[in-house]
């Protein structure tokens, strides 16, 4: 009778005792979650780089290489001076780092020409007459190609694109008509910045691109005094400031 009496008043202790176990438990399977939130992610991210690293190989280029022909024309005092001799010529290497973003360099050549057939600040005596202008710019670029995903079939189509571009313009101005006079060299650093357009011929493999850019470029000759009137009302240019415009048609070939 006495044991009895001993495990009726134990009883309650034992079952509360179980039912808090139980509560730790709970708690401890909780906290069991197999894994955290950083692993997940990383692995999220990770997978999603490896899909795009898949789908870049297959359907990406690497290296492209293209050949051009095109515009050079100039605005200002150098714009009203200058007659264009197009086409001007290219060439341009780019590599892919992904979809979007890509590097290269690659030179461009323009030819102009400039007529002075009268006396100027520089050449008071005997005007220079015909002035043949050539004109070689070396360029590293980058081009960031838009996200078009979203957009249009034509827009997804044409590969659209801004670039920007450190160059080296060295210009050469030969005296046709005084030939004893030495040309006029020299070279000067430049910016350009743009759009273009990249139509495939053959998915990965050729394109039709189109590329303008604005350029602005401190030549040489920018503030030269030689070309300066005599006096007001005659022919002459103060200087032969302006900036540079250039319109690019190109073949490209891509890996």
Not at 46 to 70: K, N
Not at 200 to 227: A, C, W
Request: hydrophobic residues 40%.
């Amino acid at each position: 009778m006495q044991k009895l009496l001993i495990l009726i008043l134990l009883l309650p202790s034992l079952c509360f005792a179980q039912g808090l176990g139980d509560g730790f438990s709970i708690e401890e399977d909780d906290l069991q979650i197999g894994g955290d939130i950083f692993t997940d992610f990383n692995e999220d991210v990770e997978e999603a780089q490896v899909l795009e690293d898949e789908r870049f190989f297959r359907y990406g280029r690497f290296f492209s290489f293209a050949i051009s022909l095109g515009l050079t024309t100039f605005d200002g005092n150098r714009g009203t001076a200058y007659e264009n001799d197009p086409p001007s010529y290219g060439l341009s290497v780019y590599y892919f780092n992904d979809f979007f973003n890509s590097f290269g360099m690659g030179f461009e050549y323009s030819k102009h020409h400039f007529f002075s057939d009268q006396p100027t600040f520089g050449f008071r005596i005997n005007p220079p007459g015909l002035i043949e202008i050539n004109i070689l710019r070396v360029f590293f670029g980058y081009r960031y190609y838009v996200d078009t995903a979203n957009l249009g079939t034509a827009i997804t189509y044409s590969n659209p694109y801004f670039i920007g571009r450190v160059e080296y313009w060295y210009l050469t101005n030969k005296f046709i008509d005084q030939s004893a006079l030495a040309d006029d060299s020299g070279g000067g650093l430049g910016f350009g910045a743009g759009f273009g357009l990249e139509f495939p011929i053959k998915l990965k493999e050729s394109y039709i691109g189109t590329e303008f850019l604005f350029h602005s470029v401190n030549l040489h000759d920018k503030f030269t005094q030689n070309y300066r009137p005599l006096s007001e009302g005659q022919f002459g240019f103060e200087d032969l400031t302006g900036n540079a415009y250039s319109l690019m048609i190109s073949y490209t070939m891509g890996w």
